[in-house]
């Protein structure tokens, strides 16, 4: 999500994904869901999400549900992760 979407979820994202040993390497962000979805799906990356997308399939990418610890440090909100399926 580009930080001027929303600034405050995007730094939660990030300083977690820093938490963790991970730090993102941002080269293509998209505005709108089914644009992420896409850029996913062509191996573009990972991307962070309400698990409510979990039942909205979109080829080529996998959904991953995250544990509530782990969504509760981005947002109040379940989340689940998503990336391409290895080929």
Same mark, same amino acid.
């Given at each position: 999500? +580009?930080?001027t979407e929303s600034a405050p979820i995007h730094d939660r994202v990030i300083a977690v994904c820093r938490k963790s040993g991970v730090t993102p390497r941002v080269v293509q962000e998209a505005g709108h869901i089914?644009?992420?979805l896409g850029l996913v799906a062509a191996g573009f990356g990972v991307?962070?999400?309400h698990d409510a997308w979990m039942k909205v +399939?979109? +080829?080529g990418v996998?959904?991953?549900a995250r544990s509530q610890s782990d969504a509760a440090r981005?947002?109040?909100r379940r989340a689940a992760a998503i990336w391409a399926e290895p080929p």
């Open positions: 999500m +580009p930080r089914y644009a992420r991307h962070l999400l +399939p979109f +080829p996998v959904y991953v981005i947002s109040r």
